[in-house]
């Protein structure tokens, strides 16, 4: 399955944003996808994750609340709004398919996933 984020932009301090996660592949529809993002300077972190089905989701604590992940599996795409932006979420964004069938404890880990689509830019202005 191939990845592709888009939808990063620039936006002020409490503006909103919805990235896109474009899958290929029939094998997209039954992968758990994860965004995970990059901020200048520091090392990839978790943000959110989703199931195969969109039933189950997890958050990072730092974008609980305001950011809300879903999936569309008839056009083969993973969603994440982001509401109440702050300049702390100035990052680069990916997406990347879970590796497993099924989330583990593990899930803010980048290991548990492959697949990663060049990210797409978010600077969030002050």
């Known amino acids: 399955v191939q990845l592709q984020a888009s939808g990063g932009g620039l936006v002020q301090a409490g503006g909103s944003l919805r990235l896109s996660c474009a899958g290929s592949?029939?094998?997209?529809?039954?992968?758990?996808v994860g965004w995970f993002r990059q901020a200048p300077g520091k090392a990839r972190s978790f943000v959110t994750a989703i199931n195969w089905r969109g039933d189950r989701t997890y958050y990072g604590d730092d974008v609980k609340g305001r950011f809300t992940v879903s999936r569309d599996n008839v056009q083969n795409t993973v969603y994440l709004q982001m509401n109440s932006l702050r300049p702390e979420d100035t990052a680069l964004y990916f997406c990347?398919?879970?590796?497993?069938?099924?989330?583990?404890?593990?899930?803010?880990?980048?290991?548990?996933?492959?697949?990663w689509g060049q990210g797409t830019l978010v600077t969030v202005s002050s």
């Open positions: 592949g029939r094998a997209f529809s039954s992968a758990g």
């Open positions: 990347a398919a879970l590796l497993k069938s099924f989330f583990t404890y593990n899930y803010a880990k980048e290991e548990e996933y492959a697949n």
